[in-house]
């Protein structure tokens, strides 16, 4: 990946101040505190925690009936105590805008879905359906800690139902209806819940797809569900015997209803349930809580993704669209909007269109008809519609789109150069002449995010700007040392409100350190600010990628995430992350997706294969073998030649869309394939198939 010199990197206009420019203008006017650059304002935000995470929970004008007795009780890893004495509550925070942003003109949710069925949510509307499900739940003794299950898609009733659960102190968790029954099960079965909320179906890519069976079996599978609601996403005209109908249960209109309100609850009270991707064993149910959720996705989309409410009179306000599946962590990232008094625009089905009508240019339609002002994808979404030769201009009314925001894998120079220069060609304000990319990295784990954006810095394509505030973040090398300009392990050296209370059926939190915090003992590395870790501030947290921060002469605040560690490729002692790999080889025009894995023997040289997913209609022939070796070797090094390319007809990906490299490795490894991956986990998981045959084929050589 080529890295861009500080004198070339792009200034980000913007038509008003940014909402990190107010914040820092607070600062100064509540504290007189100043900073001369982001790095200084960062650097203060991750060596002096209580007065930095006071800030934010009196800038974001918090709110609790009993005073918090210290910000952080103990400063230690895992185990970090916030705002001790507390009380809060996420769907508190979100109702307290119903009011003022009503007054405002403003809407609480725009869905839409591949039919065409648009619908808007008024935020008085939100908050009756929101309290009717609640007393709904209430009536079949759901308490607080009780855990309700949703099989939901990205429409605005699994919004409402979210907000219900919260509201009454249960713990929330949804899977996907793209799921399957035993990927699911392997989610649900771990958390016992007492209610499920499901749905009968949904459509994708054109096609409904029935899911009333799968809601008996997961009725079957759970002794623990009391009860279950059934939304009609596919309008049956039948509802599942013994279940209740969800537009039933949030009709309630009534005195009760009218005076329903959040309780109360303490700050690190389970707010919902979240997985990682489990690739090996059952995926990890890691619980996050109410006031760390509140605190931490409303600083970052307000400071970074400079998100703001929707208390703009006569105007449409801000409209934030993050495209999700509600089984990918964004989803809550969406969701997240409404604590701000956001209008949330969603939608329900592929971004593609369908395999017989590929269609990329669904979601830029889209966000013309409902006039989306943050437009966010997963990193793939853009390669595709590049690839696809999407032209902006056919796609409807863009206007009013000011940002752009990309996570789930690195995103590659020329495909954000691909995307800055439509918008330029479209261009109706100064924004859109130079388009802001807001590229963040973060993970399920903490549902936040590490690495992203400012409106303040310089942008380059394929890097991220910055550390995010209060996110003490480094690169760290084998030894544990910090580094710039170098390629290392992420690190984070101090906790964050975000990070996990615990996981589900991990007791004495085995599991839970094992995870993140055993990579670096207690007492290994130094603190950002400067000075040896001792072993009472506890582990440091290892997320698992590769990141380089500055440039190659270790200059500057913009980041680089090169991949996972667990999947880098190591050849002859030259470590590489597979970002850059897929950079060079699907910058071929015949490429449309590619994946390498390093395959590393005992005592014997690794056998590096590359797959890579062609155009239809090309074949891989050895001018194109050639193309591709010559493109690697030019690009990053001779070493990271494969040592042989298959044409395959598909990438195996999460259902988030992460190219499953690990699993694949395993598996040409001599792994079992149920041992490494879960198909229903999975975005395709018919891809497999291909993989398994080579497996067998290299067992036998």
Same mark, same amino acid.
């Given at each position: 990946?080529?890295?861009?010199?500080?004198?070339?990197?792009?200034?980000?206009?913007?038509?008003?101040?940014?909402?990190?420019?107010?914040?820092?203008?607070?600062?100064?006017?509540?504290?007189?505190?100043?900073?001369?650059?982001?790095?200084?304002?960062?650097?203060?935000?991750?060596?002096?925690?209580?007065?930095?995470?006071?800030?934010?929970?009196?800038?974001?004008?918090?709110?609790?009936?009993?005073?918090?007795?210290?910000?952080?009780?103990?400063?230690?890893?895992?185990?970090?105590?916030?705002?001790?004495?507390?009380?809060?509550?996420?769907?508190?925070?979100?109702?307290?805008?119903?009011?003022?942003?009503?007054?405002?003109?403003? *809407?609480?949710?725009?869905?839409?879905?591949?039919?065409?069925?648009?619908?808007?949510?008024?935020?008085?509307?939100?908050?009756?359906?929101?309290?009717?499900?609640?007393?709904?739940?209430?009536?079949?003794?759901?308490?607080?800690?009780?855990?309700?299950?949703?099989?939901?898609?990205?429409?605005?009733?699994?919004?409402?139902?979210?907000?219900?659960?919260?509201?009454?102190?249960?713990?929330?968790?949804?899977?996907?209806?793209?799921?399957?029954?035993?990927?699911?099960?392997?989610?649900?079965?771990?958390?016992?819940?007492?209610?499920?909320?499901?749905?009968? %179906?949904?459509?994708?890519?054109?096609?409904?797809?029935?899911?009333?069976?799968?809601?008996?079996?997961?009725?079957?599978?759970?002794?623990?569900?009391?009860?279950?609601?059934?939304?009609?996403?596919?309008?049956?005209?039948?509802?599942?015997?013994?279940?209740?109908?969800?537009?039933?249960?949030?009709?309630?209109?009534?005195?009760?209803?009218?005076?329903?309100?959040?309780?109360?609850?303490?700050?690190?009270?389970?707010?919902?349930?979240?997985?990682?991707?489990?690739?090996?064993?059952? $995926?990890?149910?890691?619980?996050? %809580?109410?006031?760390?959720?509140?605190?931490?996705?409303?600083?970052?989309?307000?400071?970074?993704?400079?998100?703001?409410?929707?208390?703009?009179?006569?105007?449409?306000?801000?409209?934030?669209?993050?495209?999700?599946?509600?089984?990918?962590?964004?989803?809550?990232?969406?969701?997240?909007?409404?604590?701000?008094?956001?209008?949330?625009?969603?939608?329900?089905?592929?971004? %593609?269109?369908?395999?017989?009508?590929?269609?990329?240019?669904?979601?830029?339609?889209?966000?013309?008809?409902?006039?989306?002002?943050?437009?966010?994808?997963?990193?793939?979404?853009?390669?595709?519609?590049?690839?696809?030769?999407?032209?902006?201009?056919?796609?409807?009314? *863009?206007?009013?789109?000011?940002?752009? %925001?990309?996570?789930?894998?690195?995103?590659?120079?020329?495909?954000?150069?691909?995307?800055?220069?439509?918008?330029?060609?479209?261009?109706?304000?100064?924004?859109?002449?130079?388009?802001?990319?807001?590229?963040?990295?973060?993970?399920?784990?903490?549902?936040?995010?590490?690495?992203?954006?400012?409106?303040?810095?310089?942008?380059?394509?394929?890097?991220?700007?910055?550390?995010?505030?209060?996110?003490?973040?480094?690169?760290?090398?084998?030894?544990?040392?910090?580094?710039?300009?170098?390629?290392?392990?992420?690190?984070?050296?101090?906790?964050?409100?975000?990070?996990?209370?615990?996981?589900?059926?991990?007791?004495?939190?085995?599991?839970?350190?094992?995870?993140?915090?055993?990579?670096? $003992?207690?007492?290994?590395?130094?603190?950002?600010?400067?000075?040896?870790?001792?072993?009472?501030?506890?582990?440091?947290?290892?997320?698992?990628?590769?990141?380089?921060?500055?440039?190659?002469?270790?200059?500057?605040?913009?980041?680089?995430?090169?991949?996972?560690?667990?999947?880098?490729?190591?050849?002859?002692?030259?470590?590489?992350?597979?970002?850059?790999?897929?950079?060079?080889?699907?910058?071929?025009?015949?490429?449309?997706?590619?994946?390498?894995?390093?395959?590393?023997?005992?005592?014997?040289?690794?056998?590096?294969?590359?797959?890579?997913?062609?155009?239809?209609?090309?074949?891989?022939?050895?001018?194109?073998?050639?193309?591709?070796?010559?493109?690697?070797?030019?690009? *990053?090094?001779?070493?990271?030649?494969?040592?042989?390319?298959?044409?395959?007809?598909?990438?195996?990906?999460?259902?988030?869309?992460?190219?499953?490299?690990?699993?694949?490795?395993?598996?040409?490894?001599?792994?079992?394939?149920?041992?490494?991956?879960?198909?229903?986990?999975?975005?395709?998981?018919?891809?497999?198939?291909?993989?398994?045959?080579?497996?067998?084929?290299?067992?036998?050589?």
């Amino acid at each position: 990946m080529s890295i861009v010199s500080p004198s070339t990197r792009t200034p980000v206009a913007s038509a008003r101040v940014p909402e990190i420019r107010r914040y820092q203008n607070w600062l100064h006017e509540k504290h007189g505190l100043s900073f001369e650059s982001y790095h200084d304002l960062w650097r203060w935000s991750t060596t002096d925690l209580d007065a930095f995470w006071q800030s934010i929970w009196d800038y974001l004008d918090l709110q609790s009936p009993t005073a918090h007795t210290a910000v952080l009780e103990r400063n230690v890893m895992p185990g970090a105590k916030w705002f001790p004495g507390a009380q809060t509550n996420y769907a508190r925070q979100v109702l307290r805008h119903a009011e003022p942003a009503h007054a405002a003109g403003q *809407l609480a949710l725009i869905s839409d879905n591949e039919k065409g069925e648009a619908r808007q949510l008024s935020w008085p509307e939100l908050s009756r359906q929101v309290a009717a499900l609640a007393l709904h739940l209430r009536a079949q003794g759901v308490q607080p800690g009780d855990c309700v299950a949703a099989y939901l898609p990205n429409i605005p009733e699994t919004a409402i139902a979210f907000l219900a659960t919260a509201s009454i102190g249960a713990v929330w968790s949804v899977c996907a209806p793209d799921m399957g029954t035993n990927a699911v099960l392997d989610r649900f079965t771990q958390i016992e819940p007492k209610v499920l909320i499901a749905c009968d %179906g949904v459509t994708w890519a054109g096609r409904d797809i029935d899911r009333t069976e799968v809601v008996q079996q997961l009725r079957k599978a759970l002794p623990s569900v009391t009860h279950t609601l059934v939304y009609r996403n596919l309008k049956s005209t039948h509802l599942i015997e013994g279940v209740c109908d969800f537009d039933e249960a949030i009709a309630r209109d009534d005195a009760q209803t009218t005076a329903f309100e959040p309780v109360w609850v303490p700050f690190d009270h389970p707010v919902w349930v979240v997985y990682s991707s489990g690739t090996t064993g059952l $995926p990890k149910p890691i619980v996050h %809580g109410h006031g760390g959720m509140i605190m931490v996705m409303m600083m970052q989309l307000r400071l970074h993704d400079d998100v703001g409410c929707s208390y703009e009179p006569e105007t449409l306000g801000e409209r934030f669209h993050w495209y999700s599946s509600t089984g990918w962590v964004m989803w809550n990232a969406q969701v997240a909007g409404l604590l701000s008094g956001t209008t949330c625009v969603i939608f329900d089905g592929s971004p %593609g269109g369908s395999k017989e009508a590929p269609d990329w240019t669904v979601l830029w339609r889209f966000a013309a008809r409902h006039q989306a002002s943050f437009f966010g994808a997963g990193a793939a979404f853009y390669s595709s519609c590049m690839k696809a030769s999407v032209d902006l201009a056919d796609c409807g009314d *863009l206007s009013r789109v000011r940002a752009l %925001g990309s996570t789930g894998s690195p995103l590659a120079p020329d495909v954000q150069q691909w995307g800055s220069d439509q918008f330029r060609r479209i261009a109706s304000t100064a924004e859109q002449e130079n388009i802001w990319w807001c590229n963040i990295s973060g993970g399920t784990d903490f549902a936040g995010a590490f690495i992203g954006g400012s409106r303040e810095l310089p942008q380059s394509p394929g890097d991220m700007q910055c550390r995010l505030l209060g996110a003490a973040v480094e690169a760290w090398n084998e030894a544990g040392e910090p580094v710039t300009g170098q390629v290392g392990e992420l690190i984070c050296t101090q906790p964050m409100p975000s990070m996990p209370l615990y996981l589900v059926n991990d007791p004495e939190g085995a599991r839970y350190r094992a995870s993140y915090f055993e990579m670096y $003992p207690p007492g290994h590395g130094r603190r950002p600010g400067g000075g040896d870790l001792d072993a009472s501030a506890g582990s440091v947290w290892r997320h698992g990628d590769w990141l380089r921060v500055g440039d190659e002469q270790g200059q500057g605040d913009w980041c680089v995430i090169y991949g996972r560690s667990d999947a880098t490729i190591n050849r002859h002692g030259l470590r590489m992350g597979t970002s850059e790999i897929y950079s060079a080889v699907e910058g071929i025009a015949e490429v449309i997706d590619s994946m390498v894995v390093d395959l590393e023997y005992l005592g014997r040289d690794s056998y590096m294969p590359l797959f890579v997913v062609l155009r239809p209609g090309m074949t891989l022939d050895e001018a194109l073998k050639g193309r591709i070796n010559a493109a690697i070797r030019q690009s *990053l090094s001779p070493r990271f030649v494969p040592d042989d390319i298959f044409q395959v007809s598909e990438i195996p990906r999460t259902l988030s869309g992460k190219k499953q490299e690990l699993p694949i490795k395993k598996l040409l490894l001599g792994q079992p394939l149920e041992k490494v991956v879960n198909r229903e986990a999975m975005a395709n998981p018919q891809s497999l198939d291909w993989y398994v045959d080579l497996a067998k084929q290299r067992q036998m050589t």
